[in-house]
């Protein structure tokens, strides 16, 4: 079991590392949590792909996990812990070393695949499909919850979820974002997100015989997502209201636990993040990100989706988009 894979000097017990037959292979070993990532385990990760860039033993790189799940995200636990104990700095050097580590990948001079099942999720996007195509179990599916944690679409993903190799648009990227939609394997093939959809099992493996796509849920809806997401939330608010029917059912049904700040803030990032570069916008994501850490509903979302688990947050009404816009470069 690739749980056993001896560790290297990059090793830790939550993220184990080989080179094998030219392959540098990254295994997430936190299975209790979901994999999500925390302060140590994205050292690990940074410091594994770092070297073995440089590496000439290490033809490519890939990303797997010892469980049936791949990553839950970053541990906003731990993040929300620390800004209650005064220590916000220390959080904003974790999610400036997480991003930076995100742009290496998306860069990265090999070829790096992910090979996930179950959970792929916020951070979880940032170590894989930041990278490449991943190559998806059947029982796997990828999402960006964050507006129900009153935080923000980040890893990169307010950027490459409108700049899909399988279907470019600023407003599908927005309707992922701020819906936090569950992307199947086919989605994710249809989106250019993934490569290749395997059978689930106990230990995937590359080898596997690839499964035929088969149609999109999710196309269905592009006619609706391009005429309902552009512009502000309240832009995106007022077209649900105007025209009632199945696709605004889905969308309120996705947002209803949503923070309103989230929502604002995160349709102002995507539409600045149209006129960036992934370097660009992962800046804007830091920036936007340290405002809203420091406002009320991060810590009160993170509580009702992940500490007290009672799915009754209470967030701050709608707020004006003027102080998200001035934390970001348009």
Not at 113 to 124: C, D, E, H
Not at 153 to 170: A, F, I, Y
Not at 188 to 197: D, E, F, I, V
Not at 265 to 285: M, S, Y
Request: with cysteine.
């Amino acid at each position: 079991m690739w749980n056993t894979i001896p560790m290297t000097a990059h090793s830790t017990d939550t993220i184990l590392t080989e080179v094998r037959d030219g392959t540098g292979t990254i295994t997430l070993n936190r299975p209790k949590a979901l994999n999500s990532l925390d302060y140590t385990m994205i050292r690990a990760i940074d410091t594994a792909v770092r070297q073995w860039a440089e590496d000439d033993a290490v033809e490519r790189v890939l990303v797997r996990s010892s469980s049936k799940h791949f990553c839950s995200g970053g541990d906003v636990k731990m993040a929300r812990a620390e800004i209650l104990a005064g220590n916000s700095e220390l959080v904003d050097e974790f999610f400036a070393h997480e991003y930076a580590m995100n742009l290496f990948i998306a860069e990265y001079p090999k070829p790096f695949t992910a090979l996930a099942g179950g959970v792929i999720m916020g951070g979880g996007m940032g170590i894989s499909a930041i990278g490449g195509p991943l190559v998806m179990a059947d029982n796997a599916f990828a999402s960006m919850p964050e507006m129900n944690i009153g935080y923000i679409t980040d890893v990169g993903m307010s950027w490459k979820l409108q700049h899909l190799p399988g279907r470019e648009s600023l407003n599908l990227g927005k309707f992922l974002g701020l819906t936090g939609y569950r992307m199947t394997p086919d989605d994710m093939l249809a989106l250019g997100l993934a490569s290749t959809k395997i059978a689930a099992g106990e230990e995937l493996s590359l080898a596997d015989a690839p499964l035929e796509p088969q149609p999109s849920p999710l196309a269905r809806w592009f006619d609706d997502i391009e005429a309902t997401f552009g512009g502000s939330w309240a832009d995106i608010d007022g077209r649900l209201e105007a025209q009632p029917g199945e696709f605004a059912e889905l969308v309120r049904g996705l947002t209803s636990k949503a923070s309103p700040s989230s929502l604002v803030a995160t349709a102002e990032l995507f539409e600045a993040n149209a006129n960036q570069d992934l370097a660009g916008a992962l800046d804007n994501e830091r920036n936007l990100g340290e405002l809203m850490r420091r406002e009320p509903d991060f810590a009160e979302g993170v509580r009702a989706v992940l500490v007290d688990k009672d799915q009754a947050p209470e967030f701050a009404a709608q707020p004006d988009p003027d102080k998200y816009r001035a934390a970001l470069n348009f």
